[in-house]
């Protein structure tokens, strides 16, 4: 079981940036796939971001390439999502999502708004 806890969301002009952390309880975190998905308002949740358990592998949605950035430190079992040039299309509910084997974990998420 994992427990994950989402933080570092807020209110930020178009062009700006955020730093989202996602906490995980456990000592199994090292094992875990991690993902950012969202999800806007009427709208379905979406993948954002992707990192493999030893941070070796990313992937990301066409429409955040070159702007956010996913890592994470084992040693602090903390994942980050690093989102720069934000645009009022990346407002929403974003979510930090763990994987293993066929079980999948989710925060209970954070809300980022971006103002034109």
């Known amino acids: 079981q994992v427990q994950l806890v989402e933080s570092g969301g807020g209110l930020v002009q178009a062009g700006g940036s955020l730093r989202l952390s996602c906490a995980a309880s456990g000592r199994t975190f090292s094992y875990y796939d991690m993902g950012w998905y969202r999800q806007a308002p009427g709208e379905e949740r979406e993948f954002v971001a992707r990192i493999n358990p030893n941070g070796g592998r990313t992937n990301y949605a066409d429409s955040v390439k070159g702007r956010f950035t996913i890592s994470r430190d084992n040693a602090k079992n903390t994942v980050y999502l690093q989102m720069n040039s934000l645009k009022p299309e990346d407002t929403a509910i974003y979510y930090c999502?763990?994987?293993?084997?066929?079980?999948?974990?989710w925060g209970q998420g954070t809300q980022v708004t971006v103002s034109s």
């Open positions: 999502n763990a994987r293993w084997m066929s079980l999948d974990y």
